[in-house]
């Protein structure tokens, strides 16, 4: 049984540039989350999904950032222009609907350096 | 503005003690409130979480109390270990109230250290 996969674990990018993150979630998990989180702080949410749709985004969702998530399984997060601003950890999670309530697993996250 | 707010934020705590953290919340509709605990560069991992409906919900060594009136939840770590030493996050969702659509507001973390 795995968990949540996500890569690259780690990537540098100049500023500028467009970086892509990879998410597979626990299969059969339908309800599929983005989050932001910086040195010290908590996570902050950024987009959720249900199956292919996008149902919410965080108003820290800039127009630089897109999610998709396709087929309603793996999710890709999009960051273009890249700014240092941007530099943080993405964690990908996941979970499914159901009597037994959200309980939310998170990937080991992608790490973003902006330089 | 949805918000939770997390203290202490860092805790240095005698092995075999008792370590609390507390939070508190604002948004009357969230009804779901989980704990997870962070080790340096992995992701937040779920130990323990509650309903409003309980006013206390005990797992192993880890206890949560909840207060609905105050708005306020603790997470209580019996006979605490070196190997507890983490980042310790509370969250708060909306997910039965709101249709299941709400992600989870973090707290601030608490960096929780177990001297032995």
């Known amino acids: ?115 | 503005q949805q918000q939770v707010k997390q203290s202490p934020q860092s805790l240095i705590v005698q092995k075999g003690g008792i370590s609390i953290i507390n939070c508190a919340y604002e948004n009357t509709a969230f009804d779901y409130f989980p704990w997870y605990q962070q080790f340096p560069g992995k992701g937040p991992a779920l130990l323990i979480a509650i309903r409003p409906d309980v006013s206390e919900k005990k797992e192993g060594r880890f206890t949560i109390s909840f207060n609905k009136s105050a708005k306020q939840f603790s997470l209580h770590i019996m006979d605490s270990q070196p190997g507890d030493s983490a980042t310790y996050f509370c969250a708060a969702s909306a997910f039965y109230s709101g249709g299941g659509a709400d992600g989870l507001t973090f707290g601030k973390g608490t960096h929780l250290i177990i001297q032995p």
């Open chain 1, 1 to 115: 049984d795995t968990g949540v996969s996500q890569n690259p674990r780690h990537k540098i990018t100049k500023r500028g540039q467009n970086v892509t993150f990879r998410c597979d979630p626990i299969s059969e998990h339908n309800r599929l989350y983005w989050y932001r989180q910086t040195l010290g702080q908590g996570p902050e949410f950024l987009t959720y999904f249900q199956n292919e749709a996008q149902l919410e985004k965080s108003r820290l969702l800039s127009d630089r950032f897109s999610a998709e998530r396709p087929k309603g399984s793996f999710s890709t997060l999009e960051i273009q222009r890249t700014e240092q601003g941007d530099s943080a950890m993405y964690l990908c999670a996941s979970s499914s609907t159901g009597i037994a309530g959200n309980t939310i697993y998170f990937g080991e996250g992608s790490w973003l350096t902006v330089v």
